[in-house]
């Protein structure tokens, strides 16, 4: 292992706002990542109203606010990319085509990245990467809101049925690795809150996700690290217990939920020397005050062991 990866940080965010009004916010966080120098930033999704994923205009303009920030990006997307579109599947392929293109980008080049459609049976899936820094394997997974798509129409089913498949095969090769080589920490970064649904009369979008990362999990003695969108505020916890229906938590995994608008972010320092390989910091742009929900969780992160900063000095990063 490389020992100037042995601490670093990295940025992640989340639902960003398309208002106007809200885009000096964005500038500003921009600015704030940037001063920060994280080894690379992950974005969730969730980029666009309703009214405005369909447009090919706005797609463009989030994938040039994403060359402004001066570190690698990967992206993820979430159901305002694309499933909330008057046409979803043209939206589906121009994120794609935008940020995932299948020649090396920056990002890639840097990182090394492995894509799920190198493997014959995955083509499509081009936004499901993964790569190892600092003994830490990081794994995108593409899941949605609403269930994530399950038991919405005909069309939306048989997106679920393939892209389910595929995210469990992701998790299989992802854990895999991680056991193979022996590694620190596993960080999974995908859009939907796998937590946040019961599901509907076709089951719950989530659950098997979430089965998976149990039943690797108990076999991999490292920190997991979940971190997902479709919040308003900072959520920091613990949620996974040993099985549905026990409530002895999951002590190695960790989930953080990223707030999006309003200029916030989330910084995550890493150092492999520590037990607990997390430390987790509250980013916002300047004059963005700190809201009591997220004192809240910055107290609960403390009791379960996370240091928590509000406003983190430049982190120690690789270069």
């Known amino acids: 292992m490389n020992k100037d990866q042995d601490i670093f940080s990295f940025v992640a965010l989340a639902d960003r706002p398309c208002h106007k009004k809200e885009l000096s916010k964005l500038e500003n966080l921009i600015g704030v990542v940037n001063s920060l120098q994280p080894s690379f930033l992950l974005h969730v999704g969730g980029n666009a109203t309703a009214s405005l994923a369909k447009s090919e205009k706005r797609l463009y303009k989030i994938h040039s606010f994403f060359h402004r920030f001066h570190c690698p990006v990967i992206f993820t997307p979430g159901e305002r990319e694309w499933v909330d579109a008057k046409d979803p599947f043209a939206c589906l392929e121009l994120a794609r085509t935008l940020f ?3 020649s090396k980008d920056f990002s890639e080049t840097l990182l090394n990245f492995s894509r799920q459609a190198a493997r014959n049976d995955n083509q499509k899936l081009v936004e499901n990467v993964r790569w190892v820094h600092g003994h830490v394997l990081f794994l995108t997974l593409h899941t949605v809101g609403s269930n994530n798509n399950l038991g919405r129409g005909k069309a939306f089913n048989t997106d679920f049925t393939h892209r389910n498949k595929a995210n469990l095969s992701w998790l299989d090769a992802g854990f895999s690795l991680a056991l193979e080589q022996n590694l620190k920490g596993i960080v999974i970064c995908t859009h ?4 946040s649904s019961q599901g509907n009369n076709s089951g719950n979008g989530y659950l098997q996700t979430l089965q998976r990362i149990r039943h690797w999990i108990k076999q991999f003695s490292g920190s997991v690290l979940v971190v997902h969108g479709e919040r308003d505020s900072l959520l920091i916890d613990q949620p ?11 002590e190695n995994m960790l989930r953080i939920g990223v707030p999006g608008g ?7 320092g890493v150092d492999v020397r520590l037990p607990g390989l997390f430390s987790v910091h509250m980013l916002s742009s300047a004059n963005t005050p700190l809201y009591p929900n997220i004192r809240r969780s910055a107290e609960r992160t403390r009791q379960l062991g996370f240091p928590f900063v509000e406003r983190p000095a430049p982190y120690v990063h690789s270069g």
């Open 100 to 102: 995932h293109h299948v």
């Open 240 to 250: 996974l217990t040993v099985s549905p229906h026990r409530t002895r938590t999951i």
């Open 262 to 268: 309003m200029g916030q972010g989330v910084a995550i």
């Open 192 to 195: 939907a809150d796998l937590w």
